[in-house]
């Protein structure tokens, strides 16, 4: 199982990101797929779920309206877009795969919101 997540990286508040993160090894469509999150000094934090075949989503309070979570079941890709960043959503990022008891971790990407 190899997750690639991308898109991550350096950016002013107010602005936007948008993350990758491409699955193999899983039969992918039969996953939730979601983002956690953890920020210096802080706990991990599930910012956001997507199931399927359905695609129903949730967020946490923290990014609702300001976050999009998204996935593309025939390239095997879950997206997260995120708008009107704050320096308060700085963190590592991890895809997470989940199927029953089963859970895969991404290794992570760096989210900085800083001026």
């Known amino acids: 199982v190899q997750f690639v997540e991308s898109g991550g990286g350096l950016v002013q508040p107010g602005g936007s990101l948008r993350l990758s993160c491409v699955a193999s090894g899983i039969t992918f469509s039969v996953y939730t797929m979601n983002w956690y999150r953890q920020g210096p000094g802080k706990g991990l934090e599930l910012a956001a779920t997507i199931s399927s075949p359905s695609g129903s989503t949730n967020y946490a309070d923290s990014v609702k309206g300001r976050f999009t979570i998204s996935r593309d079941n025939a390239k095997n890709t879950v997206f997260l877009q995120m708008d009107s960043l704050k320096p308060e959503d700085t963190a590592v990022y991890y895809c997470?795969?989940?199927?029953?008891?089963?859970?895969?971790w991404g290794q992570g990407t760096q989210v900085t919101v800083s001026s």
């Open positions: 997470v795969a989940n199927f029953g008891k089963t859970n895969y």
